[in-house]
DNA sequence: GTCAGTGCAAACCCTTTGCAGAAAG
DNA sequence: CTTTCTGCAAAGGGTTTGCACTGAC
């Protein structure tokens, strides 16, 4: 993954993105038509690692003066999860969130106030993995520690 | 858990029911005013352990006969989940599943026919438990297998 | 008679869909 | 030009809410 263009010194996550060239760059490497939206988008997104739900994503992209209306980023949050650029994390019936980080790692979730984090612990993985049951093949493993307070 | 009035013999999960003594013993335990539609919903869901949304809860009483409002069946599962009788499954976006077993256990999840299953090996845990958010404490952990096929 | 519980329908929210218009090559 | 993508609005599905009615002590 490069983020060798990543806008460092900036606080604001708004002003934070990838160059537009290493945004296309990842979409043309997943086979990703790179439209504007779908540039825009992936700037927000992989400026850093972080969990947004397409709410979130949608309130981003329009802060920083780009026009996307809400039915192309779910579709474009869809292809993305589709073909491996963000993962689906669902911990919450209410929606859905992406995380811009796709290697291998689980999350806590603050039940209290909805914020979503990485477990850092490289450690952290089954002690054994579970026969699988007849006829089926592993996806994914998702493990969510749920927390509360603060 | 006292299943001790569990119905044996019969194939038909509609047919398959907890004494209605046996149920508002299990509600009175936990505090909840063991009325009619709670008492109805309470036979159905701890005749066994079994994994059903919303929208089950309610097909399966309306085909044992009683008549319950889509509503109430929503309030009662969520009184339930809130008093410890059932356990909430976030595993699918589209729903919430609820799991008449509360003891400490994770889930298999086919994503292809979104059947939920429980997980029967007991070693299946964590190898260690990460460093819990400054300020948080711990509220559980779900373990998801995502599996695919059959 | 009082108060909790229930039923119904409408409201809600997130997400998906249908289709016409716009963009890209 | 042709194909793909986008925008808008409407529909969809699960869940919640508001409020009047019912029922149990």
Do not use: W
């Not at 603050?110 to 089954?126: A, F, Q």
């Amino acid at each position: 993954m490069k983020l060798t263009s990543f806008t460092e010194g900036k606080t604001n996550m708004f002003e934070t993105s990838l160059s537009k060239a290493a945004a296309i760059g990842m979409l043309q490497e997943k086979d990703i038509n790179p439209t504007q939206q779908r540039i825009v988008i992936a700037q927000l997104l992989f400026s850093q690692p972080q969990h947004l739900s397409a709410d979130q994503v949608l309130s981003c992209v329009q802060e920083s003066g780009t026009h996307v209306s809400k039915a192309t980023v779910y579709n474009t949050m869809s292809l993305f999860a589709e073909k491996g650029l963000v993962r689906e994390v669902i911990v919450d019936p209410t929606k859905v969130f992406y995380d811009s980080n796709t290697s291998h790692h689980h999350h806590f979730y603050n039940v209290d106030d909805g914020k979503l984090t990485d477990i850092m612990d490289e450690g952290l993985s089954l002690e054994q993995m579970p026969q699988l049951p007849e006829g089926t093949a592993l996806d994914g493993v998702d493990i969510i520690v749920r927390v509360r307070g603060q």
